[in-house]
């Protein structure tokens, strides 16, 4: 990943008393998990340009010795070449100085604003449509994206999620640097490391002076504290003293509010949610999976069900579960008996989830990376391998027909990816095919002549 900042503030060289780096030669760091260069590209009285290049080794990551939290599961990865939370700590450790606004020999010139020009190659952006600008805008930056091709000689396959981010501003070069530092994770989405309480003093620390007044403080400290519902709500009450609920703000509706509000009119949300009882109710299951179970509204109709003995709800957000727990707290001892909820990851196998009749992931899978929906097709239909599975998504067609939802924007900003008919057929086919089961889909919602049904739902039997 490559890292470069510069200026035309006059004399330029005088970056290098900002950065604590000689221009005049070339500096090294190990971190560790890799290794970083810092050097000056360019450095004349006009113009200034400061580069830091971060090598890091998968293979180390992998193996555990760096691993932070054993996200890397695999050797081949983005980590070698993405700015993400790599680049944040690279930052912190090797120019902890500069971005504290600290300088022995220029102190003035680090209290005062600069003409500045950051290009940070190469960025993931995973999420909504226009997130680089909704982060970077509002704190005063010019931004300039580059979009790259999957193939420049297949173009058919697309952009990939990675991008080459610009950003020019007069301003501090600490405040820069500290703006880097947090919203890169909140790009990426995928920070390297465990995330505990310290990590809220982190962001407060470094974000306290703007992330309160920002209009997306709400996704920057969910993604940056990996969605823990317990850190979210300190943070959210340490940044908005004032605020009433500062967790009704963040979900005023649930995780699925911005999807609820786009599909209203047509009544999606619980007709979808009906008819997956429905259909989990007509095949006899007695022992069901609620996989993605949000704030519980599947498993409060699952548990209305006579013929069904058990229901086991999973959910990876501590924050959703805790809304479950809450709505399932004053139940009948005879009813909460027939529940659990857990909280658990769909991409890993889980002998928890084994020996049931059916499962539903109902507005689940697109909320999962497309590399990691290979691990989740493993540990469902190939280890836990209940009688049916059901499987709701958007169809992406049909989102040209929704008022409000400018072109080209998914339904949820955490949506990962949409499926048109054709694209989530071909992957049920291939599914059933792979693990023994027979597949068939029906529309559902609002048909549309030419973009098909709103949803569309995929029905696995074994």
Request: hydrophobic share 40%; aromatic share 6%; charged share 25%.
């Amino acid at each position: 990943m490559f890292l470069s900042l510069a200026t035309t503030h006059r004399p330029a060289t005088d970056l290098g008393f900002l950065l604590h780096k000689n221009p005049e030669r070339e500096h090294e760091a190990d971190f560790g998990f890799g290794r970083a260069v810092m050097f000056y590209p360019a450095r004349s009285p006009d113009r200034c340009e400061f580069a830091l290049t971060l090598d890091i080794d998968p293979i180390t990551l992998v193996r555990g010795r760096s691993g932070g939290d054993g996200m890397l599961d695999q050797y081949v990865n983005d980590r070698p070449y993405a700015a993400s939370s790599f680049l944040s700590v690279a930052l912190a450790r090797g120019l902890g100085s500069a971005m504290a606004g600290r300088s022995r020999e220029r102190q003035a010139l680090a209290d005062t604003a600069i003409p500045l020009d950051a290009t940070i190659a190469p960025v993931p952006v995973r999420g909504p449509v226009h997130l680089v600008e909704r982060l970077f805008v509002p704190l005063g930056y010019g931004v300039e994206i580059t979009s790259h091709p999957l193939d420049p000689e297949r173009p058919d396959w697309g952009e990939a999620p990675y991008v080459t981010l610009r950003l020019t501003s007069t301003v501090r070069l600490c405040d820069l640097l500290t703006h880097i530092y947090v919203l890169m994770p909140v790009l990426d989405d995928r920070k390297h490391y465990f995330v505990g309480d310290d990590e809220v003093e982190k962001l407060l620390a470094r974000g306290g002076d703007w992330l309160a007044a920002h209009p997306e403080r709400e996704t920057i400290v969910a993604r940056y504290l990996k969605r823990r519902g317990g850190l979210i709500r300190e943070a959210l009450a340490r940044l908005m003293p004032d605020e009433a609920d500062p967790e009704a703000r963040l979900n005023p509706e649930g995780a699925d509010a911005p999807e609820v509000a786009i599909e209203r009119p047509q009544r999606l949300h619980e007709r979808r949610l009906d008819r997956v009882a429905e259909i989990i109710g007509a095949s006899g299951a007695g022992r069901v999976l609620d996989l993605g179970c949000g704030d519980g509204k599947l498993v409060t109709r699952l548990l209305r069900l006579p013929s069904i003995a058990e229901v086991l709800g999973l959910e990876v957000s501590a924050l959703e579960l805790a809304r479950a727990e809450r709505r399932f707290a004053d139940l009948p001892e005879a009813t909460r008996g027939r529940l659990r909820l857990v909280q658990g990851s769909l991409i890993y196998r889980d002998a928890r989830l084994r020996g049931y009749d059916a499962a539903a992931l109902v507005e689940v899978i697109e909320h999962v990376e497309p590399d990691r929906l290979i691990h989740l097709e493993r540990a469902l239909f190939g280890d836990a391998r209940p009688g049916l599975v059901v499987v709701t998504t958007p169809n992406r067609e049909h989102n040209a027909a929704f008022q409000g939802l400018r072109a080209g924007a998914v339904r949820h900003p955490d949506h990962r990816f949409e499926w048109s008919r054709n694209e989530f057929a071909a992957w049920g086919e291939r599914v059933a095919s792979e693990h023994g089961y027979a597949m068939r889909i029906e529309g559902f919602g609002d048909e549309h002549p030419a973009y098909g049904p709103a949803s569309q739902i995929a029905v696995f039997t074994r």
